[in-house]
């Protein structure tokens, strides 16, 4: 496409003149203005294209613009582009099967919502009625959305201005051996002392009083850390114990990220009684997402109504999308090749990033869902900008984003870290070419090394 900077002068001024974004203070923002996109890439009206290692908020699992999609799109548009959630509709029930048929286990009912944090609202108020217990359990490294229920149980520092005092939510650590809570030396001993705790936790907290304990089932913005061997067992084991209901959020690990249709199909056996999904259902074409329910909720709610409810619940334009994706995701083996990059290119591509950079800390992650832990001192693991910096205290990580940038890559940061999040269906040669630019922009951060 022609670069056209008049458009986007004019896109960027009604945006700055009238458009409110996430997160940000307003007038401290220049949001980039992109004329289009496409598979692993987008462009500005400048004529500069990125490749994008972020997959947007890490939902595009697909790319941009996958033509089945678009067309599946289409169709329903010209066929049935709305009706009330009150009703069978094709496109609804063909996703709630697809999606049904890859959840673990019995979570056979599907609750649609618009997005992530209203899966987890109304997973969260289900295990409330379910149990007529008051409580959920959540960790302090965790994001589970941006309304009222979804912020309080995120542990990120973005709660802290929404705060209500956390009414019904306690907090736990859990396990991350690099930065351990519990000073724990190998995996094992993070996992017996992460579990421990849990259990102080809720024997202490009562566990009459407790609802729900909500993890994600690899943490995603918090920073990617794939649970050591047993401890999901471990917490389902305490769940049983103690009569909670066991949610996992599979809102950014689900729908392939992790090399598996679900990040829970990695942990043999594992199943919980509720799991939320968002993003990677549908790439997010048309916002989607929802609850998978087990029979025992399910049944809860076979008499009495369930008290909740959207007016877009299975929206039939995002389910159609949702059906499109899945089926592509299946045809294509999208998932397959997401594990495979992982192994074979991404993970060995960061380690030898991390060999050559001394402010590489960390290397982590499976599938296309990796985080490099930025520090000034690997000895110490003294992160390169502290917790939640901003400002001039964040000025290395800026520095090494805007290295990304003018290397052709567009970066996913948070705090001290940044995710290699590429779609799934990246190609070998783009992921390559995204590794030789993540290699040029960690000299800028190497230039903070102590
Ligand atoms: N849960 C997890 C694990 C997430 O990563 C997110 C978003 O990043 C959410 C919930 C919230 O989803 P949404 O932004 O669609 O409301």
């Known amino acids: ?20 974004h996430s997160w940000s203070a307003q007038e401290l923002i220049a949001p980039l203005a992109v004329a289009g996109a496409e598979g692993s890439y987008f462009w500005d009206y400048e004529g500069n294209r990125y490749l994008d290692f972020t997959s947007g908020l890490v939902y595009t699992n697909i790319g941009y613009q996958h033509p089945k999609v678009v067309a599946a799109i289409q169709e329903q548009a010209a066929t049935m582009t709305t009706f009330a959630p009150a009703f069978a509709l094709e496109a609804r029930s ?55 229920a979804a912020i309080n149980l995120t542990g990120d520092p973005r709660r802290w201005p929404s705060d209500n005092g956390s009414a019904g939510v306690v907090r736990f650590w859990a396990p991350f051996l690099y930065r351990s809570p519990f000073h724990s030396e190998n995996e094992v001993q993070e996992c017996e002392r992460a579990l421990q705790h849990l259990e102080d936790t809720l024997v202490f907290e009562g566990p009459g009083t407790i609802a729900a304990i909500i993890l994600e089932t690899v943490p995603g913005t918090a920073g990617i850390m794939t649970p050591p061997p047993g401890y999901l067992a471990g917490v389902r084991e305490l769940c049983d114990r103690y009569g909670i209901v066991f949610i996992l959020d599979e809102v950014m690990a689900g729908f392939g990220r992790t090399g598996a249709w679900f990040a829970v199909d990695h942990f043999d056996g594992v199943v919980p009684d509720l799991m939320t999904f968002a993003k990677g259902v549908n790439s ?25 409810g959207l007016t877009y619940s299975g929206h039939p334009l995002a389910c159609a999308a949702a059906v499109a994706t899945i089926n592509v995701m299946a045809e294509e083996g999208v998932v397959e090749h997401a594990a495979r990059m992982g192994a074979d290119v991404i993970g060995p591509g960061l380690r030898d990033l991390a060999e ?42 800026a520095a090494f984003a805007a290295a990304a940038k003018e290397n052709g890559l567009w970066p996913f940061v948070n705090m001290n870290r940044t995710h290699v999040v590429p779609p799934c269906n990246i190609s070998e040669a783009e992921a390559k070419d995204g590794l030789a630019a993540l290699d040029a922009a960690l000299d800028a951060a190497d230039a903070h090394v102590a």
């Open 1 to 20: 496409p022609q670069p056209d900077p008049q458009l986007g002068a004019a896109v960027s001024a009604a945006d700055r003149a009238h458009v409110f």
């Open 94 to 148: 063909e996703a709630a099967r697809l999606i049904a048929e890859r959840t673990p286990g019995d979570l056979d009912k599907i609750f649609f919502t618009n997005g992530g944090a209203e899966a987890v609202e109304n997973a969260t108020r289900m295990a409330r009625l379910h149990t007529g217990r008051p409580k959920v359990l959540s960790a302090y490294r965790s994001y589970h959305g941006g309304t009222a």
């Open 284 to 308: 997010g074409y048309v916002p989607l997402g929802g609850v998978a329910i087990s029979g025992a909720v399910a049944e809860t709610f076979a008499k009495r109504p369930y008290p909740g």
């Open 356 to 397: 050559r950079h001394p402010s590489v800390g960390e290397v982590r992650g499976l599938g296309m869902f990796w985080a490099l832990e930025l520090v000034r001192d690997r000895e110490t693991r003294e992160p390169l900008v502290p917790y939640n910096a901003s400002g001039e205290a964040n000025a290395p990580m």
